[in-house]
Nanobody, 127 residues
């Protein structure tokens, strides 16, 4: 069964760093575009993508709010990482990794195309 499991979330002070991991089972992450999404705890805000790594050439894509601070990468054919630096209180959210194994879409991929999701990991940026 294809699964994605996120880890690495936690409490961090503003300006600090965290690295999130997305471990895949029964899936080679290099064959699919994998994205990180986040959802702020305000229920009125939706879940939106922040970083994506392309299945075609490994090219990376970022939304403007994290560009220059976050880095997405993959390793060992089964794990995708999100290195997060200079964290801000607005980065507080639940972070999800996801991929599209049905249509094999390329980055950036809207959330409604993603058919495999992890359960998320909470990042709390607070003094």
């Amino acid at each position: 069964q294809v699964q994605l499991v996120e880890s690495g979330g936690g409490l961090v002070q503003p300006g600090g760093s965290l690295t999130l991991s997305c471990k895949a089972s029964e899936l080679v992450v290099d064959y699919y575009s994998v994205a990180w999404f986040r959802q702020h705890q305000d229920p009125d805000q939706g879940r939106y993508w922040i970083a994506c790594i392309s299945r075609r050439d490994g090219r990376t894509y970022y939304t403007d709010s994290v560009k220059g601070r976050f880095t997405i990468s993959r390793r060992n054919y089964d794990t995708v990482y999100l290195q997060m630096n200079d964290l801000k209180p607005d980065d507080t959210a639940i972070y999800y990794c996801a991929t599209d194994t049905l249509y094999e879409s390329d980055c950036p991929v809207p959330d409604y195309y993603m058919n495999v999701w992890g359960r998320g990991t909470l990042v709390n940026v607070s003094a």
